[in-house]
C-alpha cells in the first residue's frame, strides 16, 4: 500500500503537563514507517515546558496540529474534545498517550488488519508495559486470544469480558478505532471515568467486530502520575465492571447471566472492601468508593461489609501462613489491591473457543440455547494485568 492509497489516520495526544516523556511519544508518531496521517495534539491547559515542545515539533512538521484548551479539562474530557477534532476525511483514528510510545510499523500494522477486515471497527494488538532495569517490572499485556485470531465478532468477544474473560481491550495507546464510530458520538468516550475507553468498546463492538494483531506495537510506561496507576491505587475496575454490567450487559447477556454475573462482582467487592479496611486505607479511598458505590445504585451496606471484614480475619486467623504474608505484602497493597480481587472465587476457567466463531451469530450477540460461561483462557486477576516477561 503506497502513501498515495493509504487512507487517512488521525493521530491524536492530548497532554497536560508531559514535558517528561513528550519527546519520545512524538518521536514515535514521526518515524512511523506509515505515512499519510495527520497528528492532532490537544495541550490541555500545561504549566511546564509542554507548549514550546509541542510548537517546536510543529513547526518542523506540517502534519502536526496544535490545539490549546482555554481551560483545563479533565482527562476524559480532554480525550472527547481530541476526538471531536478529527479530519473529516480520516478512516481510522490512533491514540498515543503522552507517556507511551509506538513502535514504528504500529500503525501500518493495524491499518492493514482493519483494510482487509472491514467488518472490524476496533483493532488490538500486544503492548510492552513496565518501567526500569528490573526485568519484574516488565509485562507483555492483552495476551489470551490464541494464534491466529485476526477477526472477532464484537457481540463474542464482549461477552467474553462481562462474563468475566481475559480484558483484551488494552489502553488507548495499544488499540485502532475505526473514525466512523467516533464521529456518531458528541463524546466518543461515554462516561467520565477512568475505565471510558473499556465501555467506549462494550458500546461500539454491538455492531461491529474486533481485530488483534498478534505483535507487540505500542510500549506503556508505568509511573505513579499514570491513570492507570491510580486506578490501581482505587481499584477503580470492580465499579466500572458493574456500571458496565448493568449499561452493556443487556445487550450481550441474559438476564440470569447478568444477575450471576453482579453477585459475583459484589461479592468481590466487598472482599476488597473488607481486606482494605484491614489495611487501614485513608480516607481519601473510603469516600471515593462511597461515592461510586452510590453513583452505580448499590451504596455501601455497613452490615454486609462488617461481615465481610470478619470473614477475612477468621481466615487469617485459620490460615497463619497467609496471614503473615497478606501483611507483608500489605505494605505494596496501594498498587497491588486490584489483583486480589476479580476471579478469585470464581469457579468456571473460561478458554476462548473461537471454532465456534464463524458460525456466531451477530443478530444475536450468542449461539442459540447459550447460556453457560464461554470457554476461555483464565483471566488475570487485574483484568489490565499482562503476562511477566
Same mark, same amino acid.
Not at 497528528?39 to 490541555?44: T, W
Not at 458520538?185 to 461515554?190: I, K, N, R
Given at each position: ?111 492493514? #488488519? ?5 467488518? /472490524?471497527?476496533?483493532? *488490538?494488538?500486544?503492548? =510492552?508495559?513496565?518501567?526500569?532495569? %528490573? !526485568? $519484574? ?100 475496575? #470492580? ?5 458496565? /454490567?448493568?449499561?452493556? *450487559?443487556?445487550?450481550? =447477556?441474559?438476564?440470569?447471566?447478568? %444477575? !450471576? $454475573? ?128
Amino acid at each position: 500500500m503506497s502513501s498515495d492509497t493509504e487512507p487517512l489516520v488521525s493521530v491524536l495526544t492530548p497532554v497536560y503537563n508531559g514535558e517528561k516523556f513528550l519527546r519520545e511519544c512524538i518521536e514515535s508518531v514521526l518515524t512511523q514507517t506509515y505515512q499519510n496521517y495527520e497528528y492532532i495534539i490537544v495541550d490541555n491547559c500545561s504549566t511546564d515546558g509542554t507548549p514550546e515542545i509541542i510548537e517546536r515539533y510543529a513547526q518542523a512538521d506540517k502534519r502536526i496540529r496544535v490545539y490549546r484548551n482555554e481551560k483545563l479539562l479533565d482527562i476524559i474530557a480532554n480525550h472527547n474534545k481530541a476526538f471531536r477534532l478529527i479530519s473529516p476525511t480520516a478512516k481510522y483514528c490512533k491514540v498515543v498517550s503522552a507517556d507511551d510510545w509506538l513502535f514504528p510499523e504500529c500503525v501500518a500494522k493495524m491499518v492493514s #488488519l482493519a483494510e482487509a477486515n472491514p467488518s /472490524l471497527g476496533i483493532v *488490538g494488538s500486544y503492548q =510492552l508495559s513496565g518501567i526500569g532495569t %528490573e !526485568w $519484574r517490572n516488565w509485562r507483555i499485556k492483552w495476551v489470551g486470544l490464541p494464534y491466529p485470531s485476526p477477526a472477532i465478532p464484537g457481540r463474542q468477544i464482549c461477552r467474553y469480558w462481562l462474563l468475566n474473560g481475559p480484558y483484551l481491550f488494552g489502553t488507548p495507546t495499544s488499540i485502532l478505532y475505526r473514525a466512523d464510530l467516533i464521529r456518531k458520538e458528541d463524546s466518543f468516550y461515554p462516561n467520565s471515568t477512568a475505565e471510558a475507553d473499556t465501555s467506549a468498546c462494550l458500546k461500539h463492538l454491538r455492531n461491529s467486530d474486533f481485530g488483534f494483531v498478534h505483535q507487540i506495537l505500542s510500549y506503556e510506561r508505568v509511573h505513579e502520575a499514570q491513570i492507570t496507576a491510580t486506578s490501581k491505587n482505587l481499584n477503580a475496575y #470492580l465499579s466500572s465492571q458493574v456500571r458496565d /454490567l448493568r449499561e452493556f *450487559g443487556p445487550w450481550y =447477556l441474559t438476564a440470569d447471566e447478568i %444477575e !450471576w $454475573r453482579l453477585k459475583r462482582v459484589m461479592r468481590n467487592y466487598y472482599k476488597f472492601l473488607a481486606i482494605s479496611a484491614i489495611h487501614l486505607r485513608e480516607k481519601k479511598f473510603w469516600d471515593y468508593h462511597k461515592e461510586r458505590l452510590k453513583e452505580i445504585g448499590y451504596p455501601l451496606q455497613p452490615v454486609r461489609l462488617a461481615l465481610a471484614i470478619m470473614a477475612r480475619l477468621l481466615d487469617f486467623l485459620l490460615n497463619p501462613k497467609r496471614t503473615a504474608e497478606d501483611w507483608v505484602r500489605g505494605h505494596a497493597w496501594a498498587l497491588k489491591a486490584a489483583r486480589t480481587i476479580e476471579g478469585v472465587s470464581q469457579t468456571a476457567e473460561p478458554q476462548l473457543d473461537l471454532g465456534n466463531a464463524a458460525n456466531e451469530d451477530q443478530k444475536d450477540g450468542h449461539r442459540a440455547g447459550t447460556t453457560a460461561v464461554p470457554s476461555m483462557v483464565r483471566a488475570s486477576e487485574d483484568p489490565r494485568d499482562g503476562v511477566k516477561i
